[in-house]
C-alpha cells in the first residue's frame, strides 16, 4: 500500500518540487512503483517532466473540481515505474470553485485511495501557501516531507511549519507524521549554510534527514530537458544526493506497517 508524502513548505522556491521530482525518480529507479501528484496550478512538476501545455489532457483539476476518477488522468513518464498526475493552470480556481462544497479539503484523499494498493509510495508536490490544495495534499498524507533552504531565517519559517502542522492534526488529519526535514541548496563554501545546517539539526534532531541537498547547477538545469536529474547527469552531485535522501524515506516508510516497500525479509 503506497505511503502518501507531501512534500510541502508554504515558503516559496525552498526546492518543493526539485525534490518532488527527483526523489519520485530515485524511488522509482530503485524499482518501486511511484506516482507523483502536481498539486500546484503552477504545474511546474508537470512541466520539469516534459508535458508541455496541453489543454486537452485531463489533469487533477477534474479529479478534484469535476471529481473525475484519478485513473483516468494518469500519465507515464520518461522513467519506468513513475507515473504523473499532471496539474494545470485551471487548478488555480479550484479554490473558489470548491468554496461551498462538501468535504472539501477530502477530495484529494478520496481520489487517491483507490490508487494506493498500486503504488509504493505517492508523492505530492504542494503549492507555495497553506491555501485549500496544500490542505488537500496534507488531509490525504500519511507525512509531509519540509524542503528548508539553508538560508536567514529558516528556522522561523520552520517553526511557524510545524504549528501549522499541529493545527492540521487537531483537525483534518491525526495521524498526519513528520518525515523529515530536508536541508536544500546547501553550499559548504558558506558560513551561512554551515550555520544554518548546525541550528536546524540541534534544534529539530532527528527529524532532520542526514542527506543534504547540494546547490548543484544540474537540478536546475535538468527541467528544462524535461528529465529528472537521474536522467540528464546521473553522477552529478544533486542525483547522487536525492538518490540517498531515497533510502531514508524508504527506511522511514518500512517502519510504518502496511506503508511502502515490504521489506525484503517479509517478501516471501
Ligand atoms: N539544490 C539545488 N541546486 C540548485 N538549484 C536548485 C536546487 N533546488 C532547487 N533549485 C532551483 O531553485 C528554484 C526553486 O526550486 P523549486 O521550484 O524546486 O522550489 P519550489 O519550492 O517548488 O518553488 P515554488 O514554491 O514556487 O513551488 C528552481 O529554479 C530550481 O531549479
Ligand atoms: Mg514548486
Known amino acids: ?14 526546492g518543493k518540487t526539485t525534490t518532488a521530482i527527483n526523489l519520485a525518480a530515485s524511488l522509482a529507479l530503485k524499482g518501486l512503483k511511484i506516482l507523483l501528484v502536481d498539486c500546484d496550478p503552477q504545474a511546474n512538476a508537470t512541466s520539469s517532466l516534459g508535458f508541455g501545455k496541453e489543454p486537452s489532457r ?5 479529479v478534484l473540481v469535476a471529481t473525475e476518477s484519478a485513473a483516468t488522468a494518469l500519465q507515464k513518464t520518461s522513467v519506468e ?11 488555480a480556481g479550484a479554490s473558489v470553485e470548491l468554496v461551498d462544497a462538501e468535504n472539501r479539503e ?4 478520496k481520489a487517491l485511495e483507490p490508487l494506493k494498493p498500486n503504488y509504493d509510495f505517492v508523492l505530492i508536490d504542494c503549492p507555495p501557501a497553506l491555501d485549500l490544495l496544500t490542505l488537500n495534499a496534507l488531509a490525504a498524507s500519511d507525512a509531509v516531507l519540509i524542503p528548508i533552504q539553508c538560508e536567514y531565517l529558516a528556522l ?13 492534526r487537531r483537525s483534518l488529519n491525526p495521524q498526519l507524521e513528520v518525515d523529515g526535514i530536508l536541508l536544500t541548496m546547501y553550499d559548504d563554501r558558506t558560513t551561512l549554510s554551515k550555520q544554518v545546517a548546525a541550528d536546524l539539526r540541534s534544534f529539530f534532531g532527528t527529524q532532520v534527514f542526514q542527506s543534504v541537498i547540494p546547490r548543484n547547477v544540474r537540478l536546475a538545469e535538468a527541467p528544462s530537458h524535461g528529465k529528472p536529474v537521474q536522467q540528464y547527469d546521473p553522477a552529478s552531485r544533486g542525483a547522487l544526493s536525492y538518490a540517498q535522501l531515497a533510502e531514508e524515506v524508504i527506511a522511514n516508510g518500512q517502519k510504518r506497517p502496511g506503508q511502502g516497500p515490504e521489506r525484503s525479509d517479509q517478501a516471501a
Open 1 to 14: 500500500m503506497g505511503r502518501v508524502l507531501a512534500v510541502a513548505n508554504q515558503k516559496g522556491g525552498v
Open 58 to 62: 485531463k489533469s487533477i483539476y477534474n
Open 81 to 91: 515505474s513513475l507515473e504523473l498526475l499532471p496539474s494545470d493552470k485551471n487548478l
Open 106 to 109: 477530502f477530495r484529494l484523499k
Open 156 to 168: 522561523e519559517g520552520v517553526s511557524e511549519l510545524l504549528d501549522t502542522l499541529m493545527r492540521i
